[in-house]
Antibody
């Protein structure tokens, strides 16, 4: 049973860069042709897809965030990461990492989520 | 890339059936059969309930079912139970090779 765990700073200053990591346990990140994704949820609001990546490096990004976002995979550490530059208060959210099935853009497994607050 | 449209809230009594709609466009729901539904309890991560419009992951009750007609998908819950009270989100793959979520629907079990 694959498990995902987000980690990163809970507080980031405006204009700085937000960096999060998702550690995958219980199986290899290269398993079964899965894609791995990041989704966020501002407090009291709905879900927003950010990006997906395959261990081969193939990646897809939300058009609204593409200019500020990078998603990457580290197979040696069995983890994948998210970088979001030039953050503002609007980027304050719970950030979830998740596993996509590889063929249907559905997220079968999710991490618990980590709250990132953008504030000076 | 606009969010899919869901009703803000729906409600029903225990034992009743409810339906939550999710309206998109011919570039997402209307083009692909890649519609998913998620249930989110307060303070918890979302949980996949339906994928590929009509399929249920292992362990999901058959009280949950999905359908699609044109640019609109729907999640039906039969035999409503108190534990079904949660927020529900739809999502769809798009012709831009991206994913879009609905705004979410709060289900209240009266």
């Amino acid at each position: 049973q694959l498990q995902l765990q987000e980690s990163g700073p809970g507080l980031v200053k405006p204009s700085e860069t937000l960096s999060l990591t998702c550690a995958v346990s219980g199986g290899s990140i290269t398993k079964n042709n899965y894609f791995w994704g990041w989704i966020r949820q501002p407090p009291g609001r709905g879900l927003e897809w950010i990006a997906n990546i395959h261990y081969s490096g193939s990646a897809y990004y939300s058009p609204s965030l593409k200019s500020r976002v990078t998603i990457s995979v580290d197979m040696s550490k069995n983890q994948f990461s998210l970088t979001l530059t030039s953050v503002t208060a609007a980027d304050t959210a719970v950030y979830y990492c998740a596993r996509e099935g590889g063929d249907s853009w559905s997220f079968y497994g999710w991490g618990r989520g980590t709250l990132v607050t953008v504030s000076s | 890339q606009s969010a899919l449209t869901q009703p803000a809230s729906v409600s029903g009594s225990p034992g009743q059936s409810i339906t939550i709609s999710c309206t998109g466009t011919s570039d997402d729901i209307g083009y692909y059969n890649y519609v998913s539904w998620y249930q989110q309890q307060p303070g918890k991560a979302p949980k996949l309930m339906i994928y590929d419009v009509t399929k249920r992951p292992s362990g999901i009750s058959n009280r949950f079912s999905g359908s699609k007609s044109g640019n609109t998908a729907a999640l039906a819950i039969s035999g409503l139970q108190a534990e079904d009270e949660a927020d529900y989100y739809c999502s769809s793959y798009t012709t831009d090779s991206t994913l879009v979520f609905g705004g979410g629907t709060k289900l209240t079990v009266l």
